[in-house]
């Protein structure tokens, strides 16, 4: 045998295009649904604390303050989500109140995201036994649930990825201006959602222009799908010069402040790589093994419906799609629980996986034997329970921050609406529910800030932080007893100016890992009372200090 | 055996291998106090928990602490020796899966078996652990692979009789295994026979180990209900499979649960079906003895043993996917997102498994070592069995309801939720009280990071304050504080 003929067969031209689907019975995705709505009741309630800033971004925007941090300053594009934010105003103008509705939106975004999952799935897969395999791989998948009940984009992001796989199947089985227009929206709401998202329309594109080159009206296909590259390219630009004109930037500050951690790239892998397969967190299980199994699967599907002789384009990109925001996230850290910039992933590699059915016989697929359904039932108990095994890990670990939002930032955020003066300037290194729930201006003191350009682009200083005159300061150290903490922030507490012009109120633990705890000191010309200095919560656990033990 | 055989064992081995690397030794506090009965033993003071007390039966299995006596006899490090042997158990128990599948089952079926189990956390922590879970799990396998094997011939009866009879000594609701197992083995015989020229031998062989082996617990301890100090604290729980298991590890309940649905299903899609039927009842007798004990290691790894059972009649659902020109590639799906799969899981019960070796690495095995430099014949009260009083040295009792508080050891030390606020269980509380007037601070060293838990130690009051140089050595613990009175 030659190498030639060794060569796996390309796909003839003459390849069958997916069969338009017939009107199948929605069993498995009602099944699906149902899995994936007692999944999210399962991990509710986890909001992190990086929800809030978009929480707080989307009600100044509906407030008529425009894209600010802090009302009546200059507006800073400390977010990287802007239709979530668009969205979420839109909520919270609807009378809603923004954390307790959005995790019931990121809901319904997934089951809209099932929804097409289940679209494209029939397309692929007749029977409803072959479609509910895949439908439950995503409905049990931990990551992207505890993202969708998050009060993030995750869900929004993964519902139009997967729009914009469907109108590109869409586009390729049947060139038209409609579905070249669907498509060419789903990129553009992509590119609005997540900054990476701007990558997504012209791989689509490119896509489906390689795809449709042997086709005769290819000439045609391609001058329209010019046309909506060109539209998209100036809708695009059209959008960066407004947000540069608006925030006289022309990088977000998360881009000038984070990014791929120690000094080249590829230590900044090595260290992802860690998190993927080693460990993520103290607490928190690594997922690399996870989105590792399912591209390995998604491949296996692809060459499955390759084998088969079909013809379906939206396994192929969003296989693509799948491995570039890959290419991108690789880049930049991933930290929280589950990989939250990951997460939207699963949602795309779970649609070449649905091709795996055809590496069993059809005949074994339609049999109506009690001994069947038997094996079939099995294994879908068995896909369900592994997800679940995940999940309950996940749970596990998201437990803990929700742990430390209830007993360390909520009451914290109250001490401080109650004890501060109004229009009070708070400075800390966590900016999402202190800030929120109290209300007070902000100046994001993390050395990679988010909120404040200042410290993003030139890093963070002491006299910057002491010409700002924060009237209350929360530094985040690792102990209670021993300030072990950022050098910056230590530069700070050191300074003369700092120690002269604050006092120490007491520490707020916000985990039992490492005793992070946030330091508290106010400006000592408030003259808070011994009832209000008193009042300050202990946060999680018993250990703490406050000023009177000193 | 064939070169691919060997291969393809080799890689199960090798996987195996790396898994227990990336989880490293744990040390569980409960392995420390098998090692010091194990020493007594070997220093001829009989099995008991200090040199010169009643021999009391706390060490779990008696076989796992036969075999780390003669380690100790010989001269062999304990903590080391027992991990390497826990380790070799289950590189043994994975060889014996091997041999037995492969009698019945196509390779890929049974490389999928393997592979499972190779790669499974549980199987991974047991041997890690230096605890005899893994030698629970090599002889079970035992005893399912000579039963599932045994013909017309004696001798695979009686030595799955004597792997049983060994495994009904390492704890009594193990020996439920090969009673259970031969029991299905004559009632699901192939063809519709027994060889009944091997099921009596076998069965007097087993009758005749275990009557002997309680015989000797009856002289040795006195009574036939074992006595356990620290080992066999309550009933596993509802919670610890599905909610959360003790010291805040995540549940693993779905993960046995996951392989209870496959091995139903590979035992009635199987042709083998007796050998399906063999696997699971061993495991269910198997698992009745893992829910009897509350277990502290990571992925309830106790019940290694099920996981290796469960995981034949997988062997049998592979078998049955029709063979066809994509069959290559399915087999390399389904072994490739099994292995992923159970790799990721074991991985998840490395970030608990690192909680319990810091634990032991940075309080327990310190604080041990210091109590022993400070006094070499202390007498302690505690409510932590393992690591403290092995490293010590120290005459130790465990505080229990019953424990008389009028002999004053030197030193109490209770387990707290707090370093700097006590705050205790009834019982700790009650000693604590009872002490107080005679007892006073010595120091608090944390253990854990969750719910700060904490060591207080109380010395007795006539004991003199200790020197600069003592205090200047106790360890520091789990984080940067360490509270010492002075």
Same mark, same amino acid.
């Given at each position: 045998?030659?190498?030639?003929?060794?060569?796996?067969?390309?796909?003839?031209?003459? @390849?069958?295009?997916?069969? $338009?689907?017939?009107?199948?019975?929605?069993?498995?995705?009602?099944?699906?649904?149902?899995?994936?709505?007692?999944?999210?009741?399962?991990?509710?309630?986890?909001?992190?604390?990086?929800?809030?800033?978009?929480?707080?971004?989307?009600?100044?925007? #509906?407030?008529?303050?425009?894209?600010?941090?802090?009302?009546?300053?200059?507006?800073?594009?400390?977010?990287?989500?802007?239709?979530?934010?668009?969205?979420? +105003?839109?909520?919270?103008?609807?009378?809603?109140?923004?954390?307790?509705?959005?995790?019931?939106?990121?809901?319904?975004?997934?089951?809209?995201?099932?929804?097409?999952?289940?679209?494209?799935?029939?397309?692929?897969?007749?029977?409803?036994?072959?479609?509910?395999?895949?439908?439950?791989?995503?409905?049990?998948?931990?990551?992207?649930?505890?993202?969708?009940?998050?009060?993030?984009?995750?869900?929004?992001?993964?519902?139009?990825?997967?729009?914009?796989?469907?109108?590109?199947?869409?586009?390729?089985?049947?060139?038209?201006?409609?579905?070249?227009?669907?498509?060419?929206?789903?990129?553009?709401?992509?590119?609005?959602?997540? &900054?990476?998202?701007?990558?997504?329309?012209?791989?689509?594109?490119?896509?489906?222009?390689?795809?449709?080159?042997?086709?005769?009206?290819?000439?045609?296909?391609?001058?329209?799908?010019?046309?909506?590259?060109?539209?998209?390219?100036?809708?695009?630009?059209?959008?960066?010069?407004? $947000?540069?004109?608006?925030?006289?930037? /022309?990088?977000? %500050?998360?881009?000038?402040?984070?990014?791929?951690?120690?000094?080249?790239?590829?230590?900044? /892998?090595?260290?992802?790589?860690? $998190?993927?397969?080693?460990?993520?967190?103290?607490?928190?299980?690594?997922?690399?093994?996870?989105?590792?199994?399912?591209?390995?699967?998604?491949?296996?599907?692809?060459?499955?419906?390759?084998?088969?002789?079909?013809?379906?384009?939206?396994?192929?990109?969003?296989?693509?799609?799948?491995?570039?925001?890959?290419?991108?996230?690789?880049?930049?850290?991933?930290?929280?629980?589950?990989?939250?910039?990951?997460?939207?992933?699963?949602?795309?590699?779970?649609?070449?996986?649905?091709?795996?059915?055809?590496?069993?016989?059809?005949?074994?697929?339609?049999?109506?034997?009690?001994?069947?359904?038997?094996?079939?039932?099995?294994?879908? @108990?068995?896909?369900?329970?592994?997800?679940?095994?995940?999940?309950?890990?996940?749970?596990?670990?998201?437990?803990?921050?929700?742990?430390?939002?209830?007993?360390?930032?909520?009451?914290?955020?109250?001490?401080?609406?109650?004890?501060?003066?109004?229009?009070?300037?708070?400075?800390?290194?966590?900016?999402?529910?202190?800030?929120?729930?109290?209300?007070?201006? =902000?100046?994001?003191?993390?050395?990679?800030?988010?909120?404040?350009?200042?410290?993003?682009?030139?890093?963070?200083?002491?006299?910057?932080?002491?010409?700002?005159?924060?009237?209350?300061?929360?530094?985040?150290?690792?102990?209670?007893?021993?300030?072990?903490?950022?050098?910056?922030?230590?530069?700070?507490?050191?300074?003369? +100016?700092?120690?002269?012009?604050?006092?120490?109120?007491?520490?707020?633990?916000?985990?039992?890992?490492?005793?992070?705890?946030?330091?508290?000191?106010?400006?000592?010309?408030?003259?808070?009372?011994?009832?209000?200095?008193?009042?300050?919560?202990?946060?999680?656990?018993?250990?703490?200090?406050?000023?009177?033990?000193? | 055996?064939?070169?691919?055989?060997?291969?393809?064992?080799?890689?199960?081995?090798?996987?195996?291998?790396?898994?227990?690397? #990336?989880?490293?030794?744990?040390?569980?506090?409960?392995?420390?106090?098998?090692?010091?009965?194990?020493?007594?033993?070997?220093?001829?003071?009989?099995?008991?928990?200090?040199?010169?007390?009643?021999?009391?039966?706390?060490?779990?299995?008696?076989?796992?602490?036969?075999?780390?006596?003669?380690?100790?006899?010989?001269?062999?490090?304990?903590?080391?020796?027992?991990?390497?042997?826990?380790?070799?158990?289950?590189?043994?128990?994975?060889?014996?899966?091997?041999?037995?599948?492969?009698?019945?089952?196509?390779?890929?079926?049974?490389?999928?078996?393997?592979?499972?189990?190779?790669?499974?956390?549980?199987?991974?922590?047991?041997?890690?652990?230096?605890?005899?879970?893994?030698?629970?799990?090599?002889?079970?396998?035992?005893?399912?692979?000579?039963?599932?094997?045994?013909? @017309?011939?004696?001798?695979?009866?009686?030595?799955?009789?004597?792997?049983?009879?060994?495994?009904? =000594?390492?704890?009594?609701?193990?020996?439920?295994?090969?009673?259970?197992?031969?029991?299905?083995?004559?009632?699901?015989?192939?063809?519709?026979? %027994?060889?009944?020229?091997?099921?009596?031998?076998?069965?007097?062989?087993?009758? #005749?180990?275990?009557?002997?082996?309680?015989?000797?617990?009856?002289?040795?301890?006195?009574?036939?209900?074992?006595?356990?100090?620290?080992?066999?604290?309550?009933?596993?729980?509802?919670?610890?499979?599905?909610?959360?298991?003790?010291?805040?590890?995540?549940?693993?309940?779905?993960?046995?649960?996951?392989?209870?649905?496959?091995?139903?299903?590979?035992?009635?899609?199987?042709?083998?079906?007796?050998?399906? /039927?063999?696997?699971?009842?061993?495991?269910?007798?198997?698992?009745?003895?893992?829910?009897?004990?509350?277990?502290?290691?990571?992925?309830?790894?106790?019940?290694?043993?099920?996981?290796?059972?469960?995981?034949?009649?997988? #062997?049998?659902?592979?078998?049955?996917? &029709?063979?066809?020109?994509?069959?290559?590639?399915?087999?390399?799906?389904?072994?490739?997102?099994?292995?992923?799969?159970?790799?990721?899981?074991?991985?998840?019960?490395?970030?608990?498994?690192?909680?319990?070796?810091?634990?032991?690495?940075?309080?327990?095995?310190?604080?041990?070592?210091?109590?022993?430099? /400070?006094?070499?014949?202390?007498?302690?009260?505690?409510?932590?069995?393992?690591?403290?009083?092995?490293?010590?040295?120290?005459?130790?009792?465990?505080?229990?309801?019953?424990?008389?508080?009028?002999?004053?050891?030197?030193?109490?030390?209770?387990?707290?939720?707090?370093?700097?606020?006590?705050?205790?269980?009834?019982?700790?509380?009650?000693?604590?009280?009872?002490?107080?007037?005679?007892?006073?601070?010595?120091?608090?060293?944390?253990?854990?990071?969750?719910?700060?838990?904490?060591?207080?130690?109380?010395?007795?009051?006539?004991?003199?304050?200790?020197?600069?140089?003592?205090?200047?050595?106790?360890?520091?613990?789990?984080?940067?504080?360490?509270?010492?009175?002075?």
């Amino acid at each position: 045998m030659t190498a030639k003929s060794r060569r796996r067969p390309a796909p003839r031209a003459d @390849a069958r295009p997916a069969p $338009r689907p017939p009107a199948s019975s929605p069993v498995a995705l009602v099944i699906a649904a149902i899995v994936f709505l007692t999944c999210a009741a399962y991990v509710m309630p986890f909001i992190p604390d990086d929800s809030f800033i978009s929480f707080r971004y989307a009600e100044h925007l #509906a407030d008529g303050h425009g894209l600010t941090f802090n009302i009546g300053e200059e507006p800073v594009e400390a977010y990287s989500n802007l239709l979530w934010i668009v969205v979420c +105003a839109a909520l919270y103008g609807a009378g809603l109140d923004l954390p307790a509705v959005t995790p019931y939106a990121g809901i319904l975004l997934g089951l809209a995201a099932l929804y097409v999952l289940w679209a494209l799935c029939r397309r692929r897969a007749p029977l409803w036994t072959q479609q509910l395999l895949p439908l439950l791989a995503f409905a049990s998948c931990g990551p992207f649930i505890i993202y969708a009940v998050s009060g993030m984009e995750t869900a929004l992001f993964a519902f139009l990825l997967l729009l914009v796989v469907k109108c590109s199947e869409d586009f390729v089985d049947a060139p038209g201006w409609r579905p070249l227009a669907a498509l060419a929206t789903a990129g553009f709401l992509v590119s609005l959602t997540r &900054p990476e998202g701007v990558v997504v329309l012209p791989a689509a594109l490119a896509f489906v222009a390689w795809e449709s080159r042997r086709e005769e009206a290819f000439r045609r296909g391609l001058r329209s799908l010019a046309i909506a590259a060109a539209v998209f390219g100036v809708a695009t630009m059209a959008y960066h010069a407004w $947000r540069v004109s608006y925030f006289g930037e /022309w990088l977000p %500050t998360p881009f000038l402040s984070k990014g791929a951690e120690g000094s080249s790239l590829v230590t900044g /892998w090595y260290k992802n790589l860690h $998190r993927y397969f080693v460990n993520l967190l103290y607490f928190a299980p690594p997922q690399g093994y996870l989105f590792a199994a399912m591209l390995g699967l998604g491949i296996e599907g692809v060459r499955a419906a390759r084998a088969a002789g079909v013809r379906a384009p939206g396994d192929r990109i969003a296989l693509i799609l799948g491995l570039l925001l890959f290419a991108v996230y690789v880049n930049f850290v991933d930290w929280m629980p589950g990989m939250r910039y990951h997460a939207p992933l699963a949602a795309i590699l779970v649609v070449p996986m649905s091709q795996l059915h055809r590496l069993l016989p059809v005949g074994a697929w339609e049999s109506a034997s009690a001994a069947h359904l038997r094996r079939f039932a099995a294994l879908a @108990a068995a896909l369900l329970l592994a997800g679940g095994v995940n999940l309950s890990h996940l749970r596990h670990a998201t437990a803990k921050m929700t742990e430390s939002a209830r007993l360390c930032y909520m009451p914290l955020a109250e001490w401080m609406r109650a004890t501060m003066p109004p229009g009070s300037l708070l400075a800390m290194g966590d900016v999402g529910m202190v800030p929120y729930y109290s209300g007070l201006r =902000t100046l994001d003191i993390h050395p990679e800030s988010l909120t404040d350009t200042y410290i993003a682009q030139r890093a963070f200083s002491a006299d910057y932080v002491m010409t700002k005159r924060p009237h209350v300061i929360a530094l985040s150290v690792r102990g209670v007893y021993s300030a072990r903490m950022d050098p910056l922030h230590w530069e700070l507490y050191k300074s003369e +100016a700092f120690r002269i012009e604050y006092g120490f109120v007491g520490t707020v633990r916000n985990q039992w890992y490492e005793d992070r705890a946030y330091w508290i000191f106010v400006r000592s010309d408030l003259g808070l009372s011994e009832a209000q200095l008193r009042a300050l919560p202990e946060g999680i656990g018993k250990q703490r200090r406050t000023r009177f033990d000193l | 055996m064939k070169r691919t055989d060997v291969i393809a064992l080799a890689s199960v081995v090798a996987l195996f291998v790396a898994v227990c690397a #990336a989880i490293g030794p744990i040390h569980p506090d409960r392995s420390f106090v098998v090692f010091r009965y194990a020493e007594n033993v070997a220093a001829g003071h009989g099995p008991a928990y200090n040199p010169g007390d009643a021999p009391s039966e706390g060490y779990g299995g008696a076989l796992w602490l036969l075999l780390c006596a003669l380690a100790a006899k010989v001269g062999l490090g304990l903590p080391a020796t027992a991990w390497l042997l826990s380790l070799a158990c289950g590189v043994a128990a994975l060889a014996v899966l091997w041999t037995g599948l492969r009698a019945r089952a196509r390779l890929t079926a049974s490389l999928v078996v393997s592979g499972l189990a190779a790669a499974s956390g549980p199987l991974a922590v047991a041997a890690m652990s230096g605890e005899g879970a893994a030698l629970n799990a090599l002889l079970a396998v035992a005893v399912f692979s000579l039963l599932d094997r045994a013909g @017309a011939g004696r001798a695979r009866w009686i030595a799955a009789a004597v792997a049983g009879a060994l495994l009904a =000594t390492c704890g009594n609701t193990l020996g439920l295994v090969f009673p259970v197992a031969l029991a299905i083995r004559v009632c699901a015989a192939r063809g519709g026979t %027994t060889p009944r020229a091997g099921v009596a031998p076998a069965s007097a062989v087993f009758l #005749a180990g275990v009557v002997a082996f309680h015989a000797w617990r009856l002289r040795t301890f006195g009574s036939l209900v074992a006595r356990a100090p620290g080992l066999e604290a309550g009933r596993a729980s509802f919670a610890d499979l599905f909610v959360a298991q003790p010291y805040d590890m995540a549940p693993f309940g779905l993960f046995y649960v996951i392989l209870l649905v496959v091995a139903c299903a590979g035992v009635a899609a199987s042709r083998e079906r007796a050998t399906g /039927w063999l696997a699971l009842g061993a495991a269910i007798a198997a698992g009745m003895a893992t829910l009897a004990t509350r277990d502290p290691l990571p992925g309830l790894a106790g019940s290694a043993a099920l996981v290796i059972l469960l995981a034949i009649p997988v #062997a049998h659902l592979v078998d049955v996917v &029709p063979r066809g020109n994509r069959a290559r590639a399915l087999d390399a799906v389904v072994i490739a997102s099994l292995l992923v799969a159970s790799v990721g899981w074991a991985m998840d019960l490395r970030v608990f498994a690192r909680h319990i070796r810091d634990s032991h690495d940075a309080t327990l095995a310190p604080l041990g070592k210091w109590m022993e430099q /400070w006094r070499s014949d202390g007498s302690l009260l505690c409510d932590t069995p393992g690591a403290v009083p092995y490293y010590s040295r120290w005459r130790t009792t465990l505080i229990a309801r019953d424990v008389p508080l009028a002999e004053a050891p030197d030193v109490v030390m209770v387990t707290s939720q707090g370093q700097f606020v006590a705050d205790m269980d009834d019982e700790q509380t009650r000693v604590a009280h009872a002490l107080a007037d005679r007892y006073r601070v010595l120091a608090a060293i944390r253990r854990d990071w969750t719910r700060d838990r904490a060591l207080i130690l109380y010395a007795r009051n006539d004991i003199p304050e200790l020197t600069d140089s003592v205090m200047i050595a106790f360890p520091q613990g789990i984080g940067t504080v360490v509270r010492l009175n002075r």
